[in-house]
């Protein structure tokens, strides 16, 4: 008979030691745990000026050029509701603006303020990302994740799978 404390009870494969073991989680689990990890981080490096991960992207982009929220959204991935609440957080903070276009007053043209420039090469500094995210790998192993992680990006997903943009 099993124990109700557990103590005879068999390993199971998300209990005892395959769970404590992350050498031996699913791939797809260790994958997804590092990408959270790495989110959570990034998102606390961001706190600091207001943004998310969400959020910097857009800054990104609008440091390029101007922009309407149509093309932020699927620029980003999001949906245009999603990017319309992104767009309101990134304004009241001084990151950006957004004026009617002029020609369809339906429209707006969202344009980086100064502010929003400084946050953004601030905030996105490619030397604290790859720090956060390589942390414990050697030079070779950073080459290898990344030419591994380029080819998971390029394979298309199968049709009928949901790629959670």
Avoid: F
């Avoid at 992104?86 to 276009?101: D, K, N, S």
Wanted: hydrophobic share 40%.
């Amino acid at each position: 008979m099993l124990s109700i404390m557990g103590k005879d009870r068999p390993e199971s494969k998300w209990g005892g030691r395959v769970a404590q073991d992350i050498s031996r989680w699913p791939t797809g689990r260790m994958l997804s745990s590092a990408a959270r990890r790495v989110e959570r981080e990034w998102n606390a490096h961001l706190a600091g000026w207001d943004l998310n991960h969400a959020s910097l992207p857009v800054l990104v982009l609008l440091a390029q050029r101007d922009h309407s929220q149509r093309e932020l959204a699927a620029a980003t991935g999001v949906t245009e509701q999603t990017m319309s609440r992104i767009l309101a957080r990134m304004e009241r903070t001084g990151y950006l603006t957004r004026v009617p276009h002029r020609d369809d007053k339906r429209r707006h043209v969202i344009s980086l303020s100064p502010a929003g420039l400084a946050t953004m090469r601030e905030a996105a500094d490619v030397g604290v990302a790859e720090a956060m995210t390589t942390r414990g790998l050697s030079a070779e192993q950073v080459v290898q994740l990344r030419e591994l992680l380029t080819v998971m990006m390029r394979e298309p997903p199968e049709a009928g799978s949901d790629t959670g943009g």
